[in-house]
């Protein structure tokens, strides 16, 4: 069932319907899918995101959403399917290369690197991703960015004495060291307090309205509503709707989906 809606009037408060109804499509997922054996974690699944739009992946736990985010980012390589990234084919291509091209993100499982300072792990990001800098223009590109999510004044650090939520900034900070073309957020904003949630949804808002193109996987419905501008749901690895929050979250395919048939 899709209940996609194209109605411009409709995207989330704060960003003009009319860039988003123009934006060129910067990513296309095209009849993907993945299986793990016997198991089919995604079934013939499509969509396509815009340039500076925020896309919300949402469904029931293992459905499928954070292998959507491996495929796109090259963790899993596609059992069938095509994967293009502003034109161009990523379907075969790894993940170090994914990641030049354009494709930056975040896990539901901060992946930071212990050993090193604040600081230095957002150079790591600097380093390897698509716009690549080094020595002191590095350093400075990290300063800034660790100053643009909070930790300004905290680079020298060690990471592994940092809060969960600071932890999440330093992996955001090196997401964004490289200048992504598209941001994939797997479940950033999972386990934080109301107040650190809060704020973790004003980051990401802002990181909208500087024009990023985001993909949300997320379990907060409130910051699917509020951040996303168009959200698809999965279940069983496939697609069953597409639209606006607002539709999509209201759609008797997806009750069911979350809270079981008897309450469709």
């Not at 919300?56 to 495929?71: A, C, D, E, Q, R």
């Not at 994914?98 to 539901?108: L, W």
């Not at 904003?189 to 650190?196: F, I, K, M, V, Y």
Request: aromatic letters at 4%; proline letters at 4%.
């Amino acid at each position: 069932m899709n209940t996609a809606t194209n109605n411009p009037g409709l995207t989330r408060s704060g960003k003009p319907a009319a860039r988003i109804a123009s934006g060129r499509t910067l990513l296309e997922v095209q009849s993907v899918s993945k299986a793990f054996g016997g198991l089919l974690a995604v079934d013939d699944l499509s969509f396509s995101v815009r340039e500076g739009e925020v896309l919300g992946i949402v469904g029931p736990n293992g459905s499928g959403k954070t292998t959507v985010m491996n495929l796109v980012s090259g963790v899993f390589s596609v059992s069938s399917g095509e994967i293009y990234l502003d034109g161009q084919d990523l379907t075969a291509v790894p993940a170090h290369k994914i990641a030049r091209a354009g494709v930056a993100r975040t896990f539901q499982l901060v992946k930071v690197l212990p050993g090193l300072s604040t600081i230095d792990n957002v150079i790591a990001g600097a380093v390897f991703a698509r716009r690549r800098r080094w020595g002191s223009e590095a350093k400075s590109h990290a300063r800034n960015l660790l100053d643009r999510v909070g930790l300004g004044g905290r680079q020298t650090q060690p990471v592994s004495s940092l809060t969960y939520i600071d932890q999440k900034r330093v992996e955001l900070a090196r997401a964004l060291a490289g200048d992504p073309q598209i941001l994939l957020l797997d479940e950033w904003l999972a386990g934080l307090n109301p107040s650190e949630l809060q704020t973790g949804m004003e980051l990401v808002q802002s990181l909208s309205d500087e024009g990023r193109t985001i993909i949300l996987v997320e379990h907060v419905m409130d910051a699917i509503r509020s951040l996303c501008d168009r959200c698809i749901v999965v279940n069983s690895g496939r697609l069953i709707a597409e639209g606006t929050p607002s539709a999509v979250l209201s759609d008797p395919a997806v009750i069911a989906a979350y809270l079981g048939e008897e309450h469709d």
